[in-house]
């Protein structure tokens, strides 16, 4: 496997499921992110975590809880979500602290709310 | 607070013309850096180009091309020659900080090349 890779690509829940998404980076990096993308919207910053401490938590619900047990793995835990939480959940890696210009994104995992 | 427009929201050309992408950004920080990243269908965003605000210097990279000035604080795409390949939705932007952990994102251009 190369780059970043997210499981699953597609999920579909119940408000009353509990689920996970899994980010796994394989560059090297030290930052890993997640990011929403909805419909019409700018991507918008979820959290970020930078050698494994999370450094930035952006007035995100407590109904998604991350997890970045290594620097090379990031998970997203779901539980009772809305239906306006359908999208498309992208994670993202850096080198944090050079100035290297890239985050390397993975594929994206669709979320759809039922 | 940082705020990067991209007033245009869906573009069409046809094979082979050019086309530019505007974006438009706002900041108080004298240093900050800008990027485009295009979004094909497969969901991924992929790099292009990253500038910082003390080179104003114009890029070129085979039929890619970016404009940025600061004075109207903007940073243009064009692509010449447009190709098939090249549809997709393309995000310019912006970050402050050393490095580029925050992120802020225009809304998107969604362009399509009609062969």
């Known amino acids: 496997e190369t780059g970043v890779t997210q499981t699953p690509r597609h999920l579909v829940m119940g408000m009353t499921n509990k689920k996970s998404l899994k980010c796994e980076q394989h560059?090297?990096?030290?930052?890993m992110y997640w990011y929403k993308q909805s419909a019409k919207k700018p991507l918008e910053l979820m959290f970020v975590?930078?050698?494994?401490?999370?450094?930035e938590n952006n007035s995100v619900p407590s109904r998604f809880s991350p997890e970045c047990p290594n620097s090379s793995h990031l998970f997203l835990h779901l539980h009772t979500l809305q239906p306006e939480d359908s999208a498309l959940y992208l994670c993202a890696s850096s080198q944090a602290g050079e100035v290297s210009g890239e985050q390397f994104f993975g594929p994206g995992t669709r979320l759809t709310v039922l | 607070a940082q705020k990067v427009t991209q007033a245009q929201t869906e573009i069409s050309v046809v094979e082979k013309e050019d086309v530019t992408l505007d974006c438009v950004y706002e900041t108080r920080d004298t240093t900050y850096y800008l990027f485009w990243y295009k979004q094909p269908p497969s969901g991924e965003l992929v790099f292009l180009i990253r500038r910082n605000s003390f080179d104003e210097q114009n890029e070129i990279s085979g039929r890619y091309s970016w404009n940025f000035q600061k004075s109207t604080s903007s940073f243009n795409f064009t692509i010449t020659a447009s190709q098939v390949v090249d549809s997709a939705v393309y995000f310019c932007?912006?970050?402050?900080?050393?490095?580029?952990?925050?992120?802020?994102f225009g809304t998107g251009t969604r362009l399509t090349i009609i062969p």
């Open positions: 975590y930078n050698f494994k401490e999370q450094t």
């Open positions: 932007a912006l970050s402050v900080n050393f490095g580029n952990e925050k992120l802020t």
């Open positions: 560059l090297g990096h030290n930052a």
